[in-house]
């Protein structure tokens, strides 16, 4: 799940990207992100899945974008200057993820990750691999891989339908 490197108490560390969807703050791990761009004009694609915003040319290559804020059913909200496109590489499935900021890169230990509670609001707990605890705030920490694949999935399944 994630890459680790020792830190200096021989904790575990763990690296990730922070970003929010409104007032939550989320994580993905770093080694996933391949590129962070600013917003840029989405192709729509017809009968693609809700969350699928379309798909965009990044260097010759067609990739998928999806909203996050749709896809965990979140309120919309007009994007901005902080809106940013998050590109991620899962195994070769590259989607982009559009958020509403990108935060920061974290270097955390290990052990301020705990596994999400059983009832966790707002966000499918299906996509959330834990839960971090930083300085008076918590970030979910999301399995993007399960994300990649439900994408992927859908899109395909669109493909088929249409076909």
């Given at each position: 799940m994630f890459?680790?490197?020792?830190?200096?108490?021989g904790d575990d560390l763990i690296q990730l990207v922070s970003f929010n969807l409104g007032s939550e703050e989320f994580g993905i791990d770093i080694?996933?992100?391949?590129?962070?761009?600013?917003?840029?004009?989405?192709?729509?694609?017809?009968?693609?899945?809700?969350?699928?915003?379309?798909?965009?040319?990044?260097?010759?290559?067609?990739?998928?974008?999806?909203d996050l804020r749709t896809k965990f059913g979140l309120p919309n909200k007009e994007r901005d200057k902080n809106s940013r496109i998050v590109v991620c590489d899962v195994r070769g499935d590259i989607i982009g993820m559009v958020v509403d900021a990108v935060s920061e890169?974290?270097?955390?230990?290990?052990s301020t990750v705990e596994p999400p509670p059983a009832i966790?609001?707002?966000?499918?707990?299906?996509?959330?691999?834990?839960?971090v605890k930083l300085e008076g705030r918590l970030l979910l920490f999301l399995d993007i891989s399960r994300i990649a694949t439900d994408v992927h999935s859908a899109i395909e399944e669109t493909e088929l339908v249409t076909a």
């Open positions: 890459e680790n490197n020792k830190g200096t108490a080694l996933k992100v391949q590129e962070i761009n600013r917003m840029v004009e989405i192709t729509k694609v017809p009968q693609a899945p809700h969350y699928v915003e379309g798909v965009i040319n990044l260097r010759g290559k067609v990739i998928p974008v999806i890169v974290l270097r955390i230990p290990s966790v609001t707002g966000v499918d707990q299906h996509y959330i691999s834990g839960v």
